[in-house]
């Protein structure tokens, strides 16, 4: 195991829910030939907040106002927290992103059309985003899992957190309002890497011998 003798430090991103659309359902969504609009930046380069909202139903309740986030990809993605999902009355699993097979429903509502998505609700399981440069220099490489620590008041260990390498992308962790409000982190804050996670897996920690009192 790659244990740092000092922690590394990485900034904290919370992701609140959000909408990754398709071509044809930003279409169906907003109107034949619509463009996404930038608001603004995102701190991963090239990914951006959109002007456009939608409002997302469940069987139980609607949440109105969820941002679109950019640019669009090849296939409609809905990120809510546990949280959200008993508001809208839906059971999605946890997934890395891209992951949707078998994922949650809902119906996703826009100002010109109405989209009924049969999957593609997640929860979207905390990562860390590196860069290939940042990846050597911390010995990691793509689909490694890390152990970060977070300090604080709420502090906490987050185990076997999955490490995605790509190209333009920069140092941080990704982590869901649920998992923020837990510990207390907020998007200025740090998390630190602890070590490489032995783990191929976000196996969770299983009690194989315990004591009762
Ligand atoms: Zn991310």
Redesign the pocket.
Known sequence: MTKYNIPVQVPVGVSNKHIHLSQNHLEQLFGPGHKLTELKPLYQPGHYACKEVLTIAGPKGIIPNVRVLGPLRSQTQVEVSRTDSYLLGIKPPLRD?GDLEGSAGCILMGPKGTVVLEEGVIIAAR?I?CSPEEAEALQLKDKDRVNLSVAGERSVIFNNVLVRVAHGLRLEL?VDTDEANASFLGNSDFAYILEKSTEKEAIPLVVKEFQKV
């Open positions: 992103s990562h985003h990704h």
